[in-house]
């Protein structure tokens, strides 16, 4: 292989802002997994771990701190989040603006259009405006690792925290970058500054009015920086757009249109935005989500067709811009016979399926919900979830229902479920709500020993860091004691073990106080660590049917497994994916089903 | 400027879509083409259906492959070839592995596993249909599946000039190569 092409690597964009910022000299790393932004930061704890010191943090707002307290002790920092983990972290941010930087600092909101993966979907290019941040808008895997770098020198030169603002296409697509070597960054001495990092009211006025001169300096970079200059092509049509939108818009208008490309929309080029739009007949603005750049415009005077014809929600493609722009619809080949739905379901051999099948058996019971895998539990056939908003929020919303019902004199009694990484993220404030205001929920912690959701990333339950180092893990039963839980409130059981999960739950629910129950067998998906294989028996195991036995009444099929199948004469279970979990053979009124070993 | 080809590689989680789609890229991008390829991550391992999108030629913008748009389609499960027929092109080809893999509803008995989507997609397009995992077998290991099925894409692709060999052997185990390589050419000779 010769050097040059040694030098290019077919990347992710989330890869490529991992390279981009280790090549920029990046010293801290933060975040709490999130898709699609995890993959920076599992990037960053991996290949580039013997340069760089990075960290899964329990949520956002932690991950964001910590950059923030590193760029201040003067090294180039970073913190990645899903958009919503924004949300969570926005507080810190809005300050950080105000005092600006020491040591460059680069974060990255990933949004998530069209929801893939999430609860939501929001348009965090609104956050970069709300909190007064420079924004940078990747349009492929090349620019996230060219903005990255890009992000730490504009940092340092405008003072400021840098927003990359990636979406879903951005961070998951694939293609070509060139690699560059990594630029050391010797740390900046510490010098004690009272008045720029202490956000006193007397010393953020001060700051609010600088933060106005910088936001100056730099629109008057974003109206020269080459990753906003303008292709001048015809000048009947000129498309302006920013971000993945960009390779749609331009496969739509083709060659014949000019195009502004913004890399950079906050602060938005204003005087640029007036220039291009005086040399072209018509100007269309082709972005997601919401009407960003277009109220820009259309704040200028100037006249452009944008949100009246683009979809306002979802991801857009270039079939979703042609058919907007020209109206024209193409002929596809259809069959009357449709596929059915593929849904997502809990594993087989998940955990949380012996616990979720007994909760669905309980009456009079609302149950509120979190994010993670056990958010499956409100499926059919479980359909056990009445909730579902925000991550951690189901204790907290299970402590205001359970208080409000108690005291209008209902009998419905309310169930908290939420999973361990979850539970540190941000589930711990609200139980010591729930415990110190005198709740009366169930909370109920699903330890699976891992964040299952998005691949499998360490926790603070688990034992072990990004970087691979043993740590000590967080005791649950001993912090919900800490906060003031009582002993006897506080149950573990095993969640595959169905009689005991019952009857802890009949016990937690009777009582008129708050109760914890913790619910303790790692993901069948997870790589057991030495701590899991002392702790649990985890010796490979399956269940058969005895096709004599079984009578078809499909209560096994009821539990929602994917590796039973009851299409046939009789129930066959999957040898390959089984784990032996048993919740089948438990709930098997005919005996039919046996645990062996594998 | 050459065409731009649109490639989509479709099936269930598990089912090895991800690293046939990785071989698929770095053979296309070592002989020269601009690739982008986009996968969607994040409920895959649960049982859901994943589609990769390969778009090569000589300058690509967007990294998705719209309706009526694929000049080759490889399903990986026969449902799945049904889930995204409207995405060939009329002139494409599909590339189907003849194999069911019933989703959560049809375990449950709530829905049907449709019947006679062979006949359906092969009146409607040009096909090829086999059983991937049986050739795979025939040379040692079911496993390979994906790779029978990468072969007769690469075929149906009718692209020349590409080390497809190179390109397996810098994504697999050095014990696996071997066996990889023969699936490879079984599925290219279909």
């Known amino acids: 292989m010769d050097k040059e092409e040694s030098m290019k690597e077919i990347m992710s964009g989330n890869e490529a802002v991992a390279r981009g910022a280790y090549e920029a000299g990046l010293a801290f790393a933060s975040a709490y997994p999130g898709t699609p932004s995890t993959e920076i ?11 760089l010191y990075s960290e899964w943090a329990p949520n956002e707002k932690v991950a964001m701190e910590a950059a923030i307290g590193a760029s201040v002790a003067g090294v180039r920092s970073f913190a990645a989040m899903k958009h919503v983990g924004l949300n969570v972290a926005a507080d810190p941010l809005f300050t950080f603006a105000y005092t600006g930087v020491t040591g460059g600092m680069v974060f990255v909101s990933a949004d998530d259009p069209g929801m893939h993966s999430s609860q939501n979907e929001q348009d965090n290019r609104n956050y970069a405006k709300a909190a007064r941040v420079l924004m940078l808008n990747p349009a492929d895997s090349q620019e996230a690792k060219e903005f990255t770098k890009l992000g730490y020198e504009l940092s340092e030169r405008f003072n400021t925290p840098v927003m990359l603002h990636m979406t879903t296409r951005v961070c998951h697509s694939k293609g070509l970058v060139e690699l560059g070597e990594r630029v050391e960054k010797p740390i900046v001495p510490y010098e004690k500054n009272i008045k720029k990092f202490v956000a006193t009211p007397a010393n953020a006025k001060v700051m609010r009015v600088q933060l106005e001169d910088r936001l100056a ?19 009947k049509i000129g498309v302006v757009t920013s971000g993945i939108s960009y390779q749609y818009a331009r496969e739509v208008f083709g060659e014949e249109a000019s195009y502004l490309k913004l890399g950079m929309t906050f602060p938005m080029p204003r005087n640029l935005l007036k220039e291009f739009a005086s040399k072209v007949e018509k100007v269309y603005v082709v972005e997601e989500m919401d009407p960003y750049i277009e109220e820009s415009l259309k704040m200028l005077g100037i006249d452009c067709i944008g949100k009246d014809i683009i979809p306002r929600y979802g991801e857009l493609n270039t079939d979703i811009v042609r058919t907007a722009v020209t109206g024209e619809k ?5 069959s009357d016979v449709k596929a059915v739905m593929r849904p997502p379901v809990l594993c087989a051999g998940c955990p949380h399926r012996g616990f979720f099948y007994t909760l669905s058996k309980k009456k009079g019971v609302m149950i509120t919900g979190d994010i993670g895998c056990y958010t499956l539990g409100s499926a059919a056939p479980l359909n056990a979830l009445d909730t579902t908003f925000c991550m951690g929020g189901s204790v907290s919303t299970g402590h205001g229902a359970s208080v409000a019902l108690r005291n209008a004199g209902s009998d419905l009694k309310v169930v908290s479920v939420i999973g361990d990484s979850t539970f540190f993220h941000s589930g711990i404030t609200s139980l010591i709500d729930a415990v110190y205001n005198k709740g009366s929920n169930t909370t109920v912690i699903l330890d699976n020993r891992i964040t299952g959701m998005t691949g499998h990333q360490e926790n603070p339950g688990t034992g072990y860091t990004l970087m691979g180092q043993e740590t000590t893990e967080v005791d649950i039963p001993a912090l919900c004691k800490a906060i003031g839980m009582k002993e006897e409130n506080i149950y573990i059981v095993n969640p595959n073990h169905m009689k005991e999960v019952r009857k802890a739950l009949d016990e937690a629910i009777a009582k008129d106080e708050a109760t914890v129950i913790i619910t303790k067998w790692p993901c069948a998906l997870k790589r057991f660590s030495k701590e899991d294989k002392e702790r649990f028996d985890l010796t490979p195991k399956k269940c058969v049917v005895d096709p004599e036995k079984c009578v078809m009444c499909k209560a096994c099929v009821k539990t929602g497994c994917p590796a039973i199948n009851g299409t046939g004469d009789h129930v066959v279970i999957d040898a390959a994916s089984c784990t032996g979990c048993t919740v089948c053979q438990q709930v098997c009124p005919a005996g039919a089903i046996e645990e062996v070993a594998k | 400027m050459s065409e731009v080809k649109n490639i989509l590689l479709v ?19 070592d002989a020269g083409y601009e690739v982008k390829m986009s996968e969607i991550h994040g409920m895959s391992q649960r049982g859901g259906n994943v589609s990769t999108q390969v778009r090569y030629g000589e300058k690509v913008y967007s990294p998705i492959v719209g309706v009526g748009e694929a000049d080759v389609i490889v399903a990986f499960e026969k449902m799945e070839a049904l889930r995204w027929l409207e995405y060939l092109k009329p002139d494409g080809k599909m590339v189907i592995n003849d194999f069911e ?7 449950m008995g709530v829905a049907e596993y449709p019947e006679g989507i062979l006949e359906i997609l092969n009146e409607k397009a040009d096909t090829l249909v086999f059983k991937a995992g049986e050739i795979a077998e025939s040379l040692g290991t079911g496993k390979a599946m994906n790779i029978v099925l990468l072969g007769a894409l690469v075929k149906a692709m009718k692209v020349e000039g590409v080390d497809w060999h190179k390109a397996i052997r810098n994504n697999v185990k050095e014990k696996f190569i071997d066996v990889n390589i023969k699936a490879f050419e079984a599925g290219y000779a279909l």
């Open chain 1, 41 to 51: 930061l599992e990037t960053l704890g991996t290949r580039y771990r013997d340069d």
């Open chain 1, 217 to 235: 300096a730099m629109e008057e970079y974003a109206c020269t920086t080459p990753i906003n200059q303008p292709e001048y092509n015809g000048t």
């Open chain 1, 330 to 334: 193409k002929e596809v080949l259809t």
């Open chain 2, 11 to 29: 099936g269930v989680g598990g089912q090895g879509t991800i690293l046939a789609s990785k071989i698929l890229t770095e053979g296309l991008v």
């Open chain 2, 101 to 107: 893999i019933p989703s959560a509803p049809i375990l």
